[in-house]
């Protein structure tokens, strides 16, 4: 049976329109999966204007570098529209539009690097070194694109930071709101979520007994939360 991939590439006149609704990898398992040398290939095959709807949770974040570079890199105008979510390293990837658009309803998310790992205390500390390292990079394309502190933008990594789309304009991750007109942007509400700090919110309320000890990392406090309810 063959599986349907989730993203194409339509052209009108002298503009072609690619659509990238999948998880981002470097290497296709499914047939479903954004990979750079499935989109190199297609990306390269002509010259022009493009625009690249997004709507992905994510993936690869080396593979999301690629594409990343290769979008930068293309000698045409990319506008980046996000209808759905641009999260995690898709994120990315929106960075290297030359103006990024995201709906009234769509979200972006931020957060820190993640890597299964194994083996004695030496292999976790280059595990440690080598995500902090990514991380690094990523902030890189952050910066580049909405000259926010690098420090603030660790803190936002660091909360899991989901953004709605005036929020996502308010601090320069994308330039306009789809659709809007005039100053009707202007109207919405700019909106941040951090899955730490709702998580605190909800602890705060628990009876001194039952609260987590300070520094208890976020994936400890759910679990926590979970076993409490």
């Known amino acids: 049976m063959k599986i349907k991939k989730f993203w194409n590439w339509i052209k009108n006149d002298d503009e072609r329109t690619l659509f990238l609704n999948g998880v981002i990898s470097d290497e296709t398992w499914y047939g479903d999966e954004i990979t750079p040398k499935l ?3 297609e990306l390269n095959s002509e010259s022009g204007d493009i625009v690249v709807w997004i709507n992905s ?3 690869d974040c080396i593979a999301a570098s690629q594409i990343y570079n290769m979008l930068m ?3 045409g105008n990319v506008t980046v ?3 759905g ?3 995690s390293a898709a994120s990315v990837i929106a960075m290297a539009g030359t103006e990024v658009q995201i709906s009234p309803t769509g979200l972006m998310m ?3 690097p993640l890597t299964i790992a194994f083996g004695d205390a030496s292999e976790m500390e280059k595990a440690k070194a080598m ?8 902030i890189n394309a952050y910066e580049l694109k909405t000259s926010i ?3 603030e933008l660790s803190h936002l990594m660091d909360e899991e930071t989901w953004f709605n789309a005036r929020k996502a304009v308010d601090l320069g991750f994308a330039d306009k709101i789809m659709f809007a007109q005039g100053d009707e942007d202007k109207n919405l509400e700019g909106l941040a979520f951090s899955n730490m700090v709702a998580v605190n919110s909800i602890l705060s309320k628990l009876p001194k007994k039952e609260k987590p000890p300070a520094g208890t990392s976020y994936k400890e406090l759910s679990t926590r939360l979970n076993l409490i309810k």
């Open 131 to 138: 995500l902090s390292e990514v991380k690094e990079s990523i």
């Open 39 to 41: 989109f190199k290939d």
């Open 110 to 112: 931020i957060h820190n």
């Open 73 to 75: 890199d293309y000698k």
């Open 85 to 87: 979510i641009a999260a």
């Open 149 to 151: 502190p690098r420090n």
């Open 81 to 83: 529209k996000i209808d």
């Open 57 to 59: 949770p994510g993936g």
